[in-house]
């Protein structure tokens, strides 16, 4: 799989509300909404509640209890996704580490795997 590659580079964002960043999905075919049953997040060892994840996508933005009722709507192979985290007050200028997990259901494996990603990313001043 590609867990090296989930998070891209400096794409760390801020603002009030919260951060958000790039992610891309750790499979080699991409997959519809549905099967994607979780996204975690945490920055700098905390995690982020699963109810304050966004996922966003050819701009369309959805909440993860949401996704797992959408089926016309995929995360293609290769494509950045926006990852949105509700933090408020959002984060301090400075290196953030990142913690990214996407638990995928696939068809014709016999468990659900999570692959992960952590990168240190760069918030601009």
Known sequence: ???????????????????????????????????????????????????????SVRGKTYK????ESVYDDRWNFGEKAKIIAMKPGGLAPGKHKIDFAVRMRISYL????TTKDSKELALAA
């Open 1 to 55: 799989m590609m867990d090296n590659k989930m998070i891209i580079e400096d794409s760390l964002e801020s603002n009030d509300k919260g951060f958000a960043f790039y992610g891309r999905l750790p499979y080699y075919r991409g997959l519809g909404l549905s099967m994607v049953e979780d996204i975690a997040v945490s920055v700098d060892g905390a995690a982020i509640p699963r109810e304050d994840v966004r996922f």
């Open 110 to 113: 016999p468990f659900v795997p």
């Open 64 to 67: 993860l209890d949401e996704m």
